[in-house]
T-cell receptor, first 112, second 114 residues
Framework: RKEVEQDPGPFNVPEGATVAFNCTYS??????FFWYRQDCRKEPKLLMS???SGNEDGRFTAQLNRASQYISLLIRDSKLSDSATYLC?????????????FGTGTRLQVTL | NAGVTQTPKFQVLKTGQSMTLQCAQD?????MSWYRQDPGMGLRLIHY???????DQGEVPNGYNVSRSTTEDFPLRLLSAAPSQTSVYFC?????????????FGPGTRLTVL
């Protein structure tokens, strides 16, 4: 079983739609969680960190469910510019960023 | 600030050739790392450094060497290229390598080994 699992998609949604992605992780001791965004043939960029209490940044909401070991990303009012691959990233409870574990990503395509 | 820069953007090698992928950052970050990204797989850590003069192996270090003589630069050397090393390589840096630090990635190097 992969340490971090994501549905690869693609998720095809019309502009203005709400879309949600989930990501599951296998290490119950994981401590830090992130969503990164990667545009086609570009480098990953941090979208947002995920906190236990959940957090929101504009149209984006991230949530963590430790009991079920998954994190989610909700995008409201999708824009064409949201089309990208969204990477789930998890770190353990010890060590440094050397132990970042990336999911394979979920591809989102927003259409007119 | 230029952030994290990588050269070259593209490279084609023949099996057995050696080469160095360059990475530099101008943010005075202590922590630097190299990842490879292959289809159907997440980014995988090759080597990392927590400061000048200090390097360590990541998840997939075989066939690669690194050194960190300055804070700014972290080159990745392929000793004898193999087709299995065909991949996209990303260099990343963060201020201290802490679990909550943001990783800043370079634009990547697309390597093909024939």
């Amino acid at each position: 079983r992969k340490e971090v699992e994501q549905d690869p998609g693609p998720f095809n949604v019309p502009e203005g739609a709400t879309v949600a992605f989930n990501c599951t992780y296998s290490n119950s001791a994981s401590q830090s969680f992130f969503w990164y965004r990667q545009d086609c043939r570009k480098e990953p960029k941090l979208l947002m960190s995920v906190y236990s209490s959940g957090n929101e940044d504009g149209r984006f909401t991230a949530q963590l469910n430790r009991a079920s070991q998954y994190i989610s990303l909700l995008i409201r009012d999708s824009k064409l510019s949201d089309s990208a691959t969204y990477l789930c990233v998890v770190t353990p409870n010890t060590g440094t960023a050397s132990k970042l574990t990336f999911g394979t990503g979920t591809r989102l395509q927003v259409t007119l | 600030n230029a952030g994290v820069t990588q050269t070259p953007k593209f490279q084609v090698l023949k099996t057995g050739q050696s080469m160095t992928l360059q990475c530099a950052q101008d943010m005075n970050h202590e922590y630097m790392s190299w990842y490879r990204q292959d289809p159907g797989m997440g980014l995988r850590l090759i080597h990392y450094s927590v400061g000048a003069g200090i390097t360590d192996q990541g998840e997939v270090p075989n066939g690669y060497n690194v050194s960190r003589s300055t804070t700014e630069d972290f080159p990745l050397r392929l000793l004898s290229a193999a087709p299995s090393q065909t991949s996209v390589y990303f260099c990343a840096s963060s201020s201290s390598g802490g679990r909550t630090d943001t990783q800043y990635f370079g634009p990547g190097t697309r390597l093909t080994v024939l």
